[in-house]
């Protein structure tokens, strides 16, 4: 059965499944729990929770503004949904495919490098929450998402998934020393490569969505 989130409102719990799967697996938040760990090694317990905190109310700000103004500043410059469709679910796909292959995780261990370097004392803003969990991956996936909406309530309900996958990066957070003991670094990779396959099936129906707005294979 095909999954496609147009074919629902955002309230319906197809399209709501559909929404959370693809900002989960784009944020990936068992992915993430490793990097946070190695940019506030040596801190204490207390200082971690706070930076996670801090992370998360970050990335949620962040991640409202692009679900609230993201379709707007395209339509000013004259973008279409369809065509922006058509490009995220291009770019969804190349981050698929980092996924696969273990590029992404790299990059990120290279911007955590980064941050602690420069900002050693608090990485919760960068690159904690940019753009490690409020990266291009998820600022498309969420104006893709709000471009799907047909109402305040599909908006509310979006806003809903935003906060829900943000509440797992939290938990990620808080409880990332068990998960690396408890997957350790194979297990993280089987993880990381699942989701990717995941990922990139979405990425497709984001394509040949887009490709339908525009009358092609309709």
């Known amino acids: 059965m095909r999954a496609s989130v147009r074919q629902n409102t955002m309230t319906e719990l197809p399209a709501l499944i559909a929404a959370f799967t693809t900002l989960f697996i784009i944020i990936d938040p068992p992915g993430l729990a490793p990097v946070f760990i190695a940019l506030t090694q040596g801190m204490t317990a207390t200082h971690r929770r706070a930076i996670a905190i801090r992370a998360f109310l970050v990335a949620a700000g962040l991640m409202m503004v692009f679900l609230f103004l993201g379709e707007a500043v395209l339509g000013f410059i004259g973008i279409s949904m369809d065509a922006f469709r058509i490009a995220g679910g291009i770019l969804l796909f190349l981050t698929a495919l980092d996924m696969l292959f273990q590029r992404r995780q790299a990059r990120r261990e290279d911007n955590a ?10 990485p919760s803003v960068f690159p904690l929450a940019l753009p490690l969990i409020v990266g291009p991956g998820a600022i498309t996936t969420v104006i893709l998402l709000a471009g799907q909406a047909e109402g305040a309530a599909d908006m509310g309900a979006i806003a809903g998934v935003i906060i829900a996958v ?3 990066v939290l938990l990620a957070f808080l409880a990332a020393p068990a998960i690396e003991r408890a997957l350790g670094k194979t297990g993280l990779n089987i993880v990381t490569r699942v989701l990717g396959m995941l990922l990139a099936a979405l990425a497709v129906q984001f394509v040949l969505d887009g490709l339908r707005g525009f009358g092609i294979g309709g």
């Open 166 to 168: 943000l509440l797992i």
């Open 113 to 122: 490098a980064e941050g602690q370097a420069e900002h050693h004392d608090d």
